[in-house]
């Protein structure tokens, strides 16, 4: 390899190296500012001054807003990953499974709501949230159909426990819980999963 295709190629590296941490910084403004002042609130112009960047440089890495707010969900739920509940199916027993799962949930909503409280507010009034929010929905149908496993209603009870651990599972059930009724985390879980329980 000649000098010069060393130094081309040294460059090149550099150049990638800068771009990508151009866009980590992007996402993460983005990521702050929905955090703050929500999805709806959070302009271009705003993730541009809060990464220290042109407005020109954001489209130039993402030139749709589904493609940075896709991004910034990316990266929010990889540092903050709701609980695994690919584990809760080894848990033998559905009484068991639902009292773990809405402990842990619990627990994660408690430092996630900042987040969720705005994400979820905007959702219905920012179409570029669309695929994300579709995700999230999807998890959480997975997460009942995991609860839902083993439980012996049938018929018309069955379909009211379904209803039941989605109403359990929802951010909203904890803030109501928890925020709003001024519950304990553990009691909030055990009522919620009560409710399951004579569903």
């Known amino acids: ?17 800068k771009e990508a941490e151009t866009r980590r910084r992007i996402t993460e403004a983005a990521v702050r500012l929905h955090g703050s002042v929500g999805p709806a609130r959070t302009t271009v112009k705003a993730v541009a001054e809060e990464a220290g960047v042109q ?13 940075l707010f896709a991004a910034c969900s990316a990266h929010w739920y990889s540092l903050n990953p709701p ?15 639902l009292h773990t799962a809405l402990g842990q949930l619990y627990e994660w909503y408690e430092w ?28 959480f149908e997975q997460m ?9 209603e049938r018929g018309r009870r069955r ?11 929802a951010f909203e059930t904890w803030r109501t819980l928890v925020r709003e009724q001024g519950l304990p985390r553990d009691a909030a879980a055990a009522l919620a999963a009560r409710a399951v329980d004579v569903a």
């Open 144 to 152: 009942a159909q995991t609860l839902l496993r083993g439980r012996p």
């Open 83 to 97: 609980p695994d509940f690919t584990a809760w199916a080894a848990i033998a027993d559905p009484e068991e499974r």
């Open 159 to 169: 379909d009211r426990a379904r209803a039941a651990i989605a109403l359990a599972l």
């Open 1 to 17: 390899m000649t000098t010069e295709t060393k130094t081309r190629t040294y460059r090149k590296r550099l150049r990638a190296e």
């Open 112 to 139: 996630a709501a900042p987040m969720l409280d705005r994400t979820l507010r905007d959702a219905p009034v920012v179409p570029a949230m669309a695929e994300a929010t579709e995700a999230y929905r999807h998890v």
């Open 55 to 67: 407005r020109a440089t954001v489209y130039s890495h993402f030139p749709t807003e589904s493609s």
